[in-house]
Protein backbone atom coordinates (compact mmCIF):
# COMPACT_ATOMS: atom_id res chain seq x y z
CA UNK A 1 0.00 0.00 0.00
CA UNK A 2 2.24 2.74 0.93
CA UNK A 3 5.94 2.83 0.72
CA UNK A 4 8.76 4.66 2.38
CA UNK A 5 11.85 5.96 0.56
CA UNK A 6 14.23 7.07 2.91
CA UNK A 7 16.72 8.27 0.38
CA UNK A 8 13.69 10.52 -0.84
CA UNK A 9 14.67 14.30 -0.60
CA UNK A 10 10.91 14.58 0.70
CA UNK A 11 9.76 14.70 3.85
CA UNK A 12 7.77 11.45 4.78
CA UNK A 13 4.63 12.56 5.64
CA UNK A 14 4.79 13.92 2.07
CA UNK A 15 5.39 10.68 0.88
CA UNK A 16 2.57 8.96 3.15
CA UNK A 17 0.37 11.64 1.34
CA UNK A 18 1.48 11.25 -2.36
CA UNK A 19 0.81 7.33 -1.75
CA UNK A 20 -2.95 7.93 -0.18
CA UNK A 21 -3.68 10.73 -3.25
CA UNK A 22 -2.44 8.22 -6.02
CA UNK A 23 -4.64 5.20 -4.05
CA UNK A 24 -7.71 7.32 -4.06
CA UNK A 25 -7.13 8.46 -7.60
CA UNK A 26 -5.98 5.25 -9.27
CA UNK A 27 -9.02 3.61 -7.69
CA UNK A 28 -7.31 1.44 -5.16
CA UNK A 29 -9.28 2.66 -2.57
CA UNK A 30 -12.86 3.30 -3.29
CA UNK A 31 -15.51 6.02 -2.16
CA UNK A 32 -16.15 5.63 1.17
CA UNK A 33 -13.58 3.09 2.50
CA UNK A 34 -11.89 3.66 5.52
CA UNK A 35 -8.07 4.40 5.64
CA UNK A 36 -5.95 2.61 8.23
CA UNK A 37 -5.96 4.39 11.68
CA UNK A 38 -3.13 6.55 12.33
CA UNK A 39 -1.77 4.70 15.09
CA UNK A 40 -2.19 1.19 13.17
CA UNK A 41 -0.15 2.76 9.77
CA UNK A 42 2.15 4.55 12.03
CA UNK A 43 2.70 0.64 13.55
CA UNK A 44 3.15 -0.74 10.26
CA UNK A 45 5.69 2.08 8.54
CA UNK A 46 7.47 2.09 12.18
CA UNK A 47 7.02 6.14 12.43
CA UNK A 48 5.51 8.64 14.65
CA UNK A 49 2.01 8.72 14.65
CA UNK A 50 2.06 12.88 14.06
CA UNK A 51 3.71 11.95 10.87
CA UNK A 52 0.42 9.65 10.04
CA UNK A 53 -1.68 12.53 11.29
CA UNK A 54 0.05 15.48 9.25
CA UNK A 55 -0.73 13.73 6.09
CA UNK A 56 -4.57 12.98 6.66
CA UNK A 57 -4.74 16.56 7.94
CA UNK A 58 -3.45 17.76 4.53
CA UNK A 59 -5.29 15.28 2.57
CA UNK A 60 -8.41 16.23 4.33
CA UNK A 61 -7.56 19.96 3.54
CA UNK A 62 -6.95 19.39 -0.07
CA UNK A 63 -10.79 17.16 -0.35
CA UNK A 64 -9.11 13.35 -0.49
CA UNK A 65 -10.57 12.34 2.87
CA UNK A 66 -12.92 12.90 5.60
CA UNK A 67 -12.51 12.18 9.00
CA UNK A 68 -15.19 10.95 11.54
CA UNK A 69 -14.38 11.60 14.95
CA UNK A 70 -14.17 8.24 16.85
CA UNK A 71 -14.54 6.34 13.43
CA UNK A 72 -11.61 6.84 11.39
CA UNK A 73 -10.52 8.69 7.76
CA UNK A 74 -12.34 7.95 4.76
CA UNK A 75 -12.00 8.46 1.33
CA UNK A 76 -14.16 11.34 0.08
CA UNK A 77 -16.71 10.81 -2.53
CA UNK A 78 -16.62 14.08 -4.11
CA UNK A 79 -13.13 15.54 -4.92
CA UNK A 80 -13.35 19.15 -4.32
CA UNK A 81 -10.48 20.95 -6.85
CA UNK A 82 -7.78 22.25 -4.91
CA UNK A 83 -6.46 25.30 -6.90
CA UNK A 84 -3.25 24.57 -5.93
CA UNK A 85 -2.84 21.54 -6.23
CA UNK A 86 -3.76 22.20 -9.92
CA UNK A 87 -1.67 24.40 -10.24
CA UNK A 88 1.48 22.32 -9.31
CA UNK A 89 0.23 19.67 -12.07
CA UNK A 90 0.22 22.02 -14.75
CA UNK A 91 3.74 23.27 -13.90
CA UNK A 92 4.91 19.65 -13.93
CA UNK A 93 3.09 19.01 -17.34
CA UNK A 94 4.72 21.87 -18.99
CA UNK A 95 7.90 20.69 -18.00
CA UNK A 96 7.20 17.03 -19.24
CA UNK A 97 5.52 18.50 -22.95
CA UNK A 98 8.97 20.71 -23.01
CA UNK A 99 11.45 17.99 -22.41
CA UNK A 100 9.41 15.29 -24.91
CA UNK A 101 9.11 18.20 -27.38
CA UNK A 102 12.85 18.60 -27.03
CA UNK A 103 13.73 14.68 -26.98
CA UNK A 104 11.35 14.86 -30.90
CA UNK A 105 7.81 13.78 -29.53
CA UNK A 106 5.40 14.80 -32.14
CA UNK A 107 1.84 16.25 -31.35
CA UNK A 108 0.04 13.72 -32.90
CA UNK A 109 1.86 11.21 -30.19
CA UNK A 110 1.19 13.67 -27.31
CA UNK A 111 -2.29 13.72 -28.75
CA UNK A 112 -2.95 10.12 -29.16
CA UNK A 113 -1.59 9.30 -25.52
CA UNK A 114 -3.75 12.27 -23.85
CA UNK A 115 -6.80 10.20 -25.59
CA UNK A 116 -5.68 6.81 -24.37
CA UNK A 117 -5.69 8.45 -20.60
CA UNK A 118 -8.20 10.76 -20.26
Request: proline residues 4%; charged residues 30%; glycine residues 6%.
Amino acid sequence: MIELNYRDSRPIYEQIKDSIRRLVISGAMGINEQLPSVRSLAVKLSINPNTIQRAYNELENEGYIYSIPGKGNFVSPDVRRDEERVKELKEKLIEILAELKYLGIQYEELEELIRETV
